[in-house]
T-cell receptor
């Protein structure tokens, strides 16, 4: 199983809402990532978890709050988002180590209204 | 820090023609390079990777790439384009991945 599963696939939320994006993998990977991708742009790294601990936060605003409850799950909690936060949010996982490819989920298309 | 540069934001080829997508890297350390493909409203799928060893790397769907240290390049090729190859292609380096800006490939019937 080389699958990373993201839910929901689509999400529309108001600027005062609180919502969560979920990501799951069962490949035994101990590194998990959140990327943000705007239209016609490459993915931009947001957060990296290694062994369930946050190892990289790319200066992401606090309205995005990541959580890694266990080695298979990764959440992204959203609160008080702005319309410019509308994007495709991609989760990925990989083995730890220096040279390792990442496997991506299908993404959550987020629209903030 | 490593960076990757993709030359050409859009490449258009005829069905059956050679596909060549260009990627150059800059790094002071040995690079680890990847090509990913993204279809509309989808996630990214790994096409191939270079770590160490053989400089000609074969991937899925008939794609291959050659690592050329002298040219700091890692160009992606496919001998004969199919309509199904139309997508966005990203070159990326290192871990965690840093992506190039992407090249959109169009295939004309």
């Amino acid at each position: 199983d080389t699958e990373v599963t993201q839910t929901p696939k689509h999400l529309v939320m108001g600027m005062t809402n609180k919502k969560s994006l979920k990501c799951e993998q069962h490949m035994g990977h101990r590194a998990m990532y959140w990327y943000k991708q705007k239209a016609k742009k490459p993915p931009e790294l947001m957060f990296v978890y290694s062994y369930e601990k946050l190892s990289i936060n790319e200066s992401v605003p606090s309205r995005f709050s990541p959580e890694c409850p266990n080695s298979s799950l990764l959440n992204l909690h959203l609160h008080a988002l702005q319309p410019e936060d509308s994007a495709l949010y991609l989760c990925a996982s990989s083995q730890t180590g220096r040279v390792t490819e990442a496997f991506f989920g299908q993404g959550t298309r987020l629209t903030v209204v | 820090a490593q960076s990757v540069t993709q030359l050409g934001s859009h490449v258009s080829v005829s069905e059956g023609a050679l596909v060549l997508l260009r990627c150059n890297y800059s790094s002071s350390v040995p690079p680890y390079l990847f090509w990913y493909v993204q279809y509309p409203n989808q996630g990214l799928q790994l096409l191939l990777k270079y770590t160490t060893g053989a400089t000609l790397v074969k991937g899925i769907n008939g794609f291959e790439a050659e690592f050329k240290k002298s040219e700091t390049s890692f160009h992606l090729t496919k001998p004969s384009a199919h309509m199904s190859d139309a997508a966005e292609y990203f070159c990326a380096g290192n871990t965690p991945l840093v992506f190039g800006k992407g090249t959109r490939l169009s295939v004309i019937a």
